[in-house]
């Protein structure tokens, strides 16, 4: 039996945005995402609000198969102490290869070391995949707002979840 390789995970760099836009665009669908489907010309993956050190970006075999951001839920100082994952993919040749939840455990981390002590997300209701992988990852849906978003004719519930750190 073949053993799979263990993703590596690091920082993002500036050179990493094309791969990184390539996977956010090959993997959108609105089992997680309430924007639109991405048309040319296509936004920079990198913009005024979130570079590269946002960004955490999983390897394996020195290819970018995914990517996971975080960024602060709100601008307020009151709230400084919480970080919130704006962002997970992973490319569909690594599924299943422990890629997100490599990823989630760098980005834990990533948060502890910038003084953090709650992690926070936000999930689509429908998306089962993730949020069994969140509960596996020890977030718990802290809160539910019903029928959130409309995607495709659908009444959608956005899911709040969190841990601690």
């Keep these: 039996m073949a053993v799979m390789p263990v993703p590596y995970i690091r920082h993002a760099v500036l050179d990493d945005e094309e791969a990184l836009g390539l996977i956010d665009r090959l993997t959108w669908s609105p089992l997680h995402s309430v924007q639109p489907r991405p048309v040319p010309p296509f936004e920079p993956f990198y913009n005024e609000r979130f570079g590269p050190r946002d960004h955490l970006v999983a390897e394996l075999g020195g290819e970018v198969v995914g990517y996971v951001r975080l960024g602060y839920p709100t601008p307020l100082a009151c709230n400084a102490h919480v970080r919130q994952i704006q962002g997970l993919a992973v490319a569909e040749q690594a599924r299943g ?4 939840r490599a990823l989630l455990r760098a980005v834990r981390e990533e948060a502890r070391k910038q003084g953090a002590r709650r992690l926070t997300l936000r999930v689509l ?4 995949p993730a949020r069994k992988l969140y509960e596996t ?8 707002l019903p029928g959130e978003f409309l995607l495709e004719g659908e009444y959608v519930d956005d899911v709040l979840m969190g841990c601690s750190l």
């Excluded at 290869?97 to 997100?100: F, H, L, Y």
């Excluded at 990852?137 to 539910?144: K, R």
Aim: hydrophobic letters at 45%; charged letters at 10%; a negative charge.
């Design 137 to 144: 990852e020890g977030f718990a849906v802290e809160g539910v």
């Design 97 to 100: 290869a422990g890629v997100g």
């Design 125 to 128: 209701g429908h998306n089962a």
